[in-house]
């Protein structure tokens, strides 16, 4: 781990947007909080303040939503063909697509993470997302259906299913992927006809509201798409809640999923989905090729600091290698450079906030306190800024909480295995169930282990391999179906199923 100097300024037209005064997207319009209230937006690399963004809350919710319903009900938007809003949609790509650069640097003031990184993963993938998504817009069939109706024998009907947007839909996404997450959501909702109220994290706003200007220059009609900045409690909390609601679709912590679901039960019973926390295995056979097993498990911990619900928080290796492994994946560490995100050379950026850099350094001192070992890292890197330094604990106890629970940070366990066949159960040993992997040479192993690991996701000697095609989510308590793929936009839909008499 290699602390880097400071980091070159964003571009200018970056910072002009940066500083404007932030407001929420309600309607087609931009508009001041009702209360008139903001809050502070922080550069976690500086701890300085970066942007003053309008604080939402129930009442803009409310408003928001209402701009949705008629948006959903009325106006241009449910009268577009699905060719109409399938090209809306990849306009929107193509103009992400041309602001790449302005994007990354607004992601990784924000966010912390390296600007090449977003400008090389999140930007591009979000950018890929919108345009899979546009594809399906003409491509949303039913089908017809022979039925054999036993009460009315002498009868001719026609059946068949049509497929119809859900409706109302409230999205409500985390800090680690600000503009990713949008788009995950967005997409399938824009696709299948959806209108939407869009609840960002309070710690990354920025990226979703410049994503608002293009969606307006682009032409999407007013209230298709509304954003309202403002802290979970009160803006989120609101929108889950709220009985003009036809779905939420939340990405975030378990602990909040589950106030989701309470929150949908208690108001409307509107539909729900969740992608939620993990503690993916990682598992190192003793025939893998390390020289991608290590590399490759360096990648699934230390990948956007380790702040990725599908990071591979849990590394079994074969007693056999097990040193090898983790002086190479230590080694790994020690290269990375821990700095401003702005910086080319930046490998690792700071933790997306105080709070997030406490809870990390509190996983690891409690695990170091019960007896765990630190090979590389263990504390805050010592400098200004939210930093943690690349980690990786031995000596760990099953019980522990930095084998049990989701640590969100650069941190990963490297525990040692003796009986390959016995791994699979310690791995699926989880309340979690979103990502694994398995590394080995021998390739029907490999799709045997894939099949018996109890995950959303799995990934034979590759680790963090994301597409708009793949659909991604968690088995367990990482949550309630699935997110971009086909299998997203069935959760956008209804099924109708109409019956004629002939
Ligand atoms: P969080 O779950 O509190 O926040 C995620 C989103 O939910 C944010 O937009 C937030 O404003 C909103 N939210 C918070 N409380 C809410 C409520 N009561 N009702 C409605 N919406 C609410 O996550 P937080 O506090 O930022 O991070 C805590 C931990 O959660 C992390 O350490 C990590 O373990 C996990 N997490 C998992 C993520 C994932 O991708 N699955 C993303 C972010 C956090
Ligand atoms: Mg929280």
Same mark, same amino acid.
């Given at each position: 781990?290699?602390?880097?100097?400071?980091a070159?300024a964003?571009?200018?037209?970056?910072?002009?947007?940066?500083?404007?005064q932030?407001?929420?997207l309600?309607?087609?319009?931009?508009?001041?909080a009702?209360?008139?209230?903001?809050?502070?937006?922080?550069?976690?690399?500086?701890e300085?303040?970066?942007?003053?963004?309008?604080?939402g809350?129930?009442?803009?919710?409310?408003?928001?939503?209402?701009?949705?319903?008629?948006?959903?009900?009325?106006?241009?938007?449910?009268?577009?063909?699905?060719?109409?809003?399938?090209q809306?949609?990849?306009?929107?790509?193509d103009?992400?697509?041309q602001?790449? !650069?302005?994007?990354?640097?607004?992601?990784?003031?924000?966010?912390?993470?390296?600007?090449?990184?977003?400008a090389?993963?999140?930007?591009?993938?979000?950018?890929?997302? +919108?345009?899979?998504?546009?594809?399906?817009?003409?491509?949303?069939?039913?089908?017809?259906?022979?039925?054999?109706?036993? $009460?009315l024998?002498?009868? !001719?009907?026609?059946? +068949?299913?049509?497929?119809?947007?859900?409706?109302?839909?409230g999205?409500?996404?985390?800090?680690?992927?600000?503009?990713?997450?949008?788009?995950?959501?967005?997409?399938?909702?824009?696709?299948?006809?959806?209108?939407?109220?869009?609840?960002?994290?309070?710690e990354?706003?920025?990226?979703?509201?410049?994503?608002?200007?293009?969606?307006?220059?682009?032409? +999407?009609?007013?209230?298709?798409?509304?954003?309202?900045?403002?802290?979970?409690?009160?803006?989120?909390?609101?929108?889950?809640?709220?009985?003009?609601?036809?779905?939420?679709?939340?990405?975030?912590?378990?602990?909040?999923?589950?106030?989701?679901?309470?929150?949908?039960?208690?108001?409307?019973?509107?539909k729900?989905?969740l992608?939620l926390?993990?503690?993916?295995?990682?598992?190192?056979?003793?025939?893998?090729?390390?020289?991608?097993?290590?590399?490759?498990?360096?990648?699934?911990?230390?990948f956007?600091?380790?702040?990725?619900?599908?990071?591979?928080?849990?590394?079994?290796?074969?007693?056999?290698?097990?040193? !090898?492994?983790?002086?190479?994946?230590?080694e790994?560490?020690r290269?990375?450079?821990?700095g401003?995100?702005?910086d080319?050379?930046?490998?690792?950026?700071?933790?997306?906030?105080?709070?997030?850099q406490?809870?990390?350094?509190?996983?690891?001192?409690?695990g170091?306190?019960?007896g765990a070992?630190?090979?590389?890292g263990?504390?805050?890197?010592?400098?200004?800024?939210?930093?943690?330094?690349?980690?990786?604990?031995?000596?760990?106890?099953p019980?522990?909480?930095?084998i049990?629970? !989701?640590?969100?940070?650069?941190?990963?366990?490297?525990?040692?295995?003796?009986?390959?066949e016995?791994?699979?159960?310690?791995?699926?040993?989880?309340? $979690?169930?979103?990502?694994a992997?398995?590394?080995?040479?021998?390739?029907?192993?490999?799709?045997?282990i894939?099949?018996?690991l109890?995950?959303?996701?799995?990934?034979?000697?590759? $680790?963090?391999?994301f597409?708009?095609?793949?659909?991604?989510?968690? $088995?367990?308590?990482?949550?309630?179906?699935?997110?971009?793929?086909?299998?997203?936009?069935?959760?956008?839909?209804?099924?109708?199923?109409?019956?004629?008499q002939?």
């Open positions: 781990m290699i602390l880097t100097a400071e070159p964003a571009r200018k037209e970056t910072m002009a947007f940066i500083d404007q932030h407001q929420l309600i309607d087609g319009q931009w508009q001041p009702a209360s008139g209230k903001t809050f502070e937006v922080k550069n976690p690399a500086n300085q303040t970066l942007a003053q963004v309008a604080e809350d129930r009442a803009d919710i409310d408003l928001a939503v209402k701009a949705a319903r008629r948006a959903f009900e009325s106006g241009p938007w449910p009268q577009m063909t699905p060719s109409q809003r399938g809306l949609i990849w306009k929107l790509a103009m992400l697509e602001n790449v !650069e302005e994007f990354a640097e607004i992601e990784s003031l924000d966010n912390g993470k390296p600007k090449v990184v977003a090389a993963a999140d930007i591009p993938l979000a950018v890929d997302l +919108f345009r899979y998504m546009a594809g399906w817009t003409t491509k949303l069939e039913g089908n017809t259906l022979p039925i054999s109706v036993p $009460y024998p002498d009868a !001719e009907f026609h059946s +068949f299913t049509l497929r119809e947007p859900v409706g109302v839909v999205q409500i996404i985390p800090w680690n992927f600000p503009l990713l997450m949008a788009a995950w959501k967005l997409g399938p909702a824009l696709a299948t006809g959806c209108t939407v109220v869009l609840k960002v994290a309070e990354t706003p920025l990226s979703a509201l410049r994503l608002g200007h293009l969606i307006q220059e682009a032409g +999407f009609p007013p209230g298709v798409v509304n954003i309202v900045t403002g802290f979970g409690e009160t803006a989120g909390a609101a929108l889950a809640a709220h009985p003009d609601v036809d779905k939420v679709a939340f990405t975030g912590s378990t602990e909040v999923g589950k106030l989701i679901v309470k929150a949908a039960g208690e108001s409307n019973l509107k729900v989905t992608e926390g993990g503690k993916s295995p990682n598992i190192v056979l003793p025939d893998a090729d390390l020289s991608a097993a290590i590399p490759g498990a360096a990648n699934a911990i230390f956007n600091h380790g702040q990725c619900c599908c990071a591979g928080s849990r590394l079994f290796v074969h007693q056999s290698q097990f040193d !090898e492994v983790v002086e190479g994946v230590a790994q560490a290269q990375i450079n821990l401003p995100g702005m080319p050379q930046c490998g690792m950026g700071p933790m997306v906030s105080q709070i997030q406490e809870r990390v350094c509190g996983y690891m001192d409690a170091l306190n019960a070992q630190a090979v590389v263990g504390k805050r890197a010592d400098r200004d800024g939210y930093f943690v330094e690349p980690t990786i604990l031995v000596n760990t106890q019980e522990m909480s930095v049990q629970e !989701e640590i969100f940070g650069p941190v990963v366990a490297a525990v040692p295995f003796d009986d390959p016995q791994i699979v159960a310690e791995a699926n040993d989880s309340i $979690y169930g979103l990502a992997a398995v590394w080995t040479r021998d390739i029907s192993r490999g799709h045997k894939a099949k018996r109890r995950a959303g996701n799995v990934w034979v000697n590759c $680790y963090n391999i597409d708009a095609a793949l659909p991604f989510g968690g $088995y367990k308590q990482s949550g309630w179906g699935r997110e971009m793929g086909h299998a997203a936009l069935d959760l956008y839909t209804e099924t109708k199923a109409v019956t004629v002939l």
